[in-house]
Structures are given as C-alpha cells and as structure tokens.
C-alpha cells in the first residue's frame, strides 16, 4: 500500500512565524500536492510538483512556498503565518499517467494560528 | 477548465436505504472522474474512478457510479447504507492537461440515521 506520511497531524503556531509541513511518500511517485481544505470549500490545490527541484503553483499560493529536494519529500512553507492560514493541510502523490491516476493522500496536518 | 458540482453539501439517509450523492462536471474533453471518502481525523481514500472503459464503475465498500455524458453527471450509489459509511464524500475531475492535478467539488457529508 502507498504510505504518505505528514510529520505532524496538529501544529499550533504564532503569528508571524516561519512554518515548515513535510510530507513524505514511498512509492516513488513523481507527483506530489499540497492542497488546503476548509469547511464548504472542498480542497484547493496550493502547490505541486511533478519532479524534484520542479514546483506549479496551484490555485491559492500566495503566502506559501514550496520545496522538493528529494523525490520523495515535499516540504510546504507559510513564510510568515497569518490568522487566516488556520486550517487543515492535505499532502497527497500519485504516478504520471494520461490525467487517470488517482492521487494518495496523507492524514493531514491541522495548523492553528494563534 | 475542469470543475465538479456536488449537489448537497449534507444528506441524511436511514440505515438500509439507498445512498445516492450528486456530482456534475464540466469539462470540455472526456474527464477522467473520481470519487474520494474522507472519514474523520483521516486523509481521503479512493472509492473508485472512471477512466472510459466502462460507464457503470464498482468501487470499495459496496459503492458504484454510473458516468453520463449526455447529463454530464457522475452520481455515486450504493444500495443499503451502513452506519460505517458515515463521512465526507468528495467528486473530482482530472485536468486533462497532461499533468496528474485533479479539481475537487466542495464536498458531501453524508449521515446515517440509526
């Protein structure tokens, strides 16, 4: 079975603070997301990658960052934590295909900006 | 570009009967379809995922979903809810770009009335 492991399922952090998600996969996926989740917004994608040192911005990147030194590691960043960054983050990875392969999602971390 | 409407963000069904959650898409190729369960505290599993090779697809948990061009609709079923099957459902359309991103729908609590 796929594994993605999200090192921390619930981080507290203040107010400008620098935050750092990892996110780590052993399938040897290609494909790596960040996505944010929050109550009757679904999961909105804030970063990929689709190869090491390769990194797309998704649809809400803006005060994030990302970093993919190692093909199985995928660090998501919130430079400067704000309020409004309270939430629950999803990581998740998957294989290259033609747009089928379904993607592995990791327990989520929830972060609370305190 | 690709979305997904779920029809309901709560549905409430009584054990035994018949689960039945909406999704539509728009699309403006033959998506690649998905449909993810989200239980509490947990990351979202895949239930099953159209792909084009048949339109009536059988996933985990005694789940299935039927693909209908013509409504553009891709409703997920199953015939005698379980108490266990309590959770967040979520519809997703591949984006057909070659890449391997995915757009979610907002999502549909489903309970289940003793």
């Known amino acids: 079975d796929v594994k993605v492991t999200q090192s921390s399922r619930y981080l507290v952090k203040r107010t400008g603070e620098k935050v750092f998600l990892e996110c780590v996969q052993d399938m040897d996926h290609e494909n790596m997301f960040w996505y944010r989740q929050d109550p009757g917004l679904g999961l909105r994608l804030i970063y990929f990658?689709?190869?090491?040192?390769?990194?797309e911005k998704g649809d809400i990147p803006e005060g994030y960052s990302v970093s993919r030194e190692k093909k199985e590691r995928f660090s998501l960043i919130l430079e400067s934590a704000s309020t409004n960054q309270t939430s629950m983050y999803l990581c998740a990875s998957s294989w290259t295909g033609e747009g089928n392969q379904p993607q592995h999602f990791g327990d989520g971390t929830r972060l609370s900006i305190l | 570009a690709q979305s997904v409407t779920q029809l309901g963000s709560h549905v409430s069904v009584s054990e035994g009967a018949l689960v039945l959650l909406r999704c539509n898409y728009s699309s403006s190729v033959p998506p690649y379809l998905f449909w993810y369960v989200q239980y509490p505290n947990q990351g979202l599993q895949l239930l099953l995922k159209?792909?084009?090779?048949?339109?009536l697809v059988k996933g985990i948990n005694g789940f299935e979903a039927e693909f209908k061009k013509s409504e553009t609709s891709f409703h997920l079923t199953k015939p005698s809810a379980h108490m266990s099957d309590a959770a967040e459902y979520f519809c997703?359309?591949?984006?057909?770009?070659?890449?391997?991103?995915?757009?979610f729908g907002t999502g549909t609590r489903l309970t289940i009335i003793p």
């Open positions: 990658s689709y190869d090491v040192k390769m990194k």
């Open positions: 997703a359309v591949s984006d057909n770009f070659g890449n391997e991103k995915l757009t």
């Open positions: 159209y792909t084009s090779a048949a339109t």
